[in-house]
C-alpha cells in the first residue's frame, strides 16, 4: 500500500485547480466515505472559489436521495457503495448546481461495515463533465480507514486530471 500525505493531494488538488481555471471550468462534488475530506482539501487552495462551486456531503442514504435525488429504488437494489448510486449522485450535482465538472465517492472506509461482497477499502467514484458521458469505477484500497478516504481523494483528483486532460 502506498501512503498519501496530505501535501500529495495538495499539489493534486492546485495542479487540478489550474487546469479548470485554464479551461473556464467549475467543479462541484458529492461524497459519502470522504466526508468533506475532498473539499477541505479544494479549499485550503487559496482562489478555489474560482472554480470550485462546492461539496455535498451526503453520507446517509436518506440524504443521498433528498439532497441529490438518487432513486430510493437504486439505494435498495444496489446499495449506496455501487455504480449506479455514484451515478446518481453526480447526476444531482449537474440538477443542483451550476458545476460543468461532477466527481461522486462512495465507498467502505471500515474498520466495519464490509461484507463478502462489499469489501472494506471498496471505493466507487464517478466523474464527467456536463452533457458528456459520466464515468463510474469501482476500486479496491488498502490500510485503515484514514488510508482508504485518501487514496479515495487521491484517485478522484487523478480521474478528473485524466478527464480534463491536464499536465
Same mark, same amino acid.
Given at each position: ?10 499539489d ?5 485547480g489550474?487546469?479548470m ?11 459519502s466515505?470522504? *466526508?468533506g475530506?475532498?473539499? $477541505? ?6 482562489? @478555489?472559489?474560482?472554480w470550485?462551486?462546492? #461539496? %455535498?456531503v451526503?453520507?446517509?442514504n436518506?440524504?443521498?436521495?433528498s ?8 439505494l435498495k ?14 447526476d444531482?450535482l449537474?440538477s443542483h448546481?451550476?458545476?460543468?465538472v461532477a ?9 466495519? *461495515?464490509?461484507?463478502?461482497? $462489499?469489501?472494506?477499502?471498496?471505493v466507487?467514484l @464517478? ?5 458528456? #458521458? %459520466?464515468?463510474?469505477r ?9 488510508d482508504?478516504r ?6 478522484a ?9 491536464c499536465?
Amino acid at each position: 500500500m502506498q501512503q498519501v500525505s496530505e501535501q500529495a493531494l495538495r499539489d493534486l488538488a492546485e495542479q487540478l485547480g489550474e487546469c479548470m481555471t485554464g479551461k473556464g471550468l467549475k467543479l462541484a462534488s458529492a461524497e459519502s466515505c470522504t *466526508g468533506g475530506w475532498l473539499a $477541505k482539501i479544494i479549499t485550503d487552495i487559496p482562489g @478555489s472559489s474560482a472554480w470550485f462551486t462546492g #461539496s %455535498v456531503v451526503c453520507y446517509s442514504n436518506e440524504a443521498k436521495h433528498s439532497l441529490l435525488g438518487v432513486d430510493e429504488n437504486v439505494l435498495k437494489e444496489f446499495g449506496a457503495v455501487s455504480g449506479e448510486t455514484v451515478l446518481e449522485l453526480s447526476d444531482g450535482l449537474f440538477s443542483h448546481t451550476d458545476a460543468d465538472v461532477a466527481v461522486s465517492v462512495s465507498g467502505i472506509a471500515g474498520p466495519g *461495515g464490509g461484507s463478502e461482497d $462489499k469489501p472494506v477499502g471498496l471505493v466507487w467514484l @464517478s466523474w464527467g463533465k456536463r452533457g458528456k #458521458s %459520466v464515468h463510474a469505477r469501482s476500486f479496491h484500497f488498502d490500510g485503515d480507514r484514514e488510508d482508504v478516504r485518501k487514496q479515495s481523494i487521491k484517485q478522484a483528483l487523478n480521474c478528473l486530471l485524466d478527464l480534463l486532460v491536464c499536465d
